[in-house]
């Protein structure tokens, strides 16, 4: 077996009363699709936020790669090859389409803040660069053509997709998507999954917080089911589909829900 791109081993996180993670292990393996699903509050964007250092966990370990996350600060963990997108979207609306992709390659660059301040051939060249993998990736993600716009400007879908965009910019090793189809129709569903195996198929791994069941059936190689922060089953989409617990879990809840 190779070594998983990430492990949770046991990762628990509670505020206050709340047991948002409860003994949450498993392993992200190199190049696939990971979907985690799970009720609303059932601590998904909690093990996000574990992984990219927005909280320690109270107990337990997240590792990329083998070694420890540990007390690694976020830009530290950028550096180190997790990206994500919010379920909220996070841009900066005054910066167009295009710099908002360039501050994510940032997390990547390597001359001085005094080459910056001399504009150093060194930082000018890096800075081309930049600009160059910036446009190439809103290629890639389908919205070369607002590049210029301002990302407040940008109509919903191609918000989501800037996010997107701007997550790759750092070169991760690991994608991580929190519900990136949040208020998507049918079509941009339909394409959303296209860009997400484009992606896989580009050589990342993913990891998907997903509440569409048939955009996640569709899309992922395996799943985590989480409920009230504890892991309810881990298997093939098939598999997961037909789990007792799991449907137990989504009784009540339409498989388009907002929940
Ligand atoms: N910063 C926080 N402070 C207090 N409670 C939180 C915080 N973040 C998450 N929670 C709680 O933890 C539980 C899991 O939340 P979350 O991970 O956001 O669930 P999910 O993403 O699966 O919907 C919820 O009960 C939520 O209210
Ligand atoms: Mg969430």
Request: proline content about 5%.
């Amino acid at each position: 077996m190779p070594e998983p791109i990430l492990q949770l081993r046991n990762v628990s996180k509670s505020f206050g009363g709340v047991a948002a993670n409860v003994d949450v292990s498993f392993d992200v393996a190199r190049g696939e699709i990971l979907g985690l699903i799970g009720p609303n509050g059932a601590g998904k964007t909690t093990c996000f936020n574990a992984m990219t250092g927005v909280y320690r966990p109270t107990s337990g370990q997240v590792l990329l790669e083998g070694q420890k996350l540990g007390k690694r600060k976020k830009h530290q963990i950028t550096q180190l090859g997790i990206a994500r997108t919010f379920q909220n979207i996070r841009l900066f609306g005054e910066m167009t389409a295009l710099e908002n992709v360039v501050v994510g390659t940032d997390a990547r660059h390597k001359t001085s803040v005094v080459g910056a301040l001399i504009r150093s051939p060194r930082h000018q060249r890096e800075e081309r660069e930049a600009v160059d993998r910036a446009s190439a990736l809103l290629e890639f993600v389908g919205i070369a053509d607002r590049a210029a716009d301002k990302a407040r400007n940008l109509p919903y879908g191609y918000q989501r997709r800037l996010e997107i965009a701007r997550a790759l910019a750092t070169e991760p090793k690991l994608l991580c998507l929190d519900e990136p189809a949040a208020g998507f129709n049918p079509t941009e569903k339909e394409e959303l999954m296209g860009l997400i195996r484009k992606i896989r198929d580009d050589g990342y791994t993913v990891l998907l917080i997903e509440h569409d069941m048939r955009l996640v059936m569709g899309v992922t190689d395996r799943i985590v089911v989480l409920e009230f922060g504890k892991k309810i089953a881990e298997g093939l989409p098939a598999n997961i589909r037909e789990n007792p617990a799991v449907i137990a879990a989504y009784l009540g809840v339409p498989d388009d829900g907002a929940a």
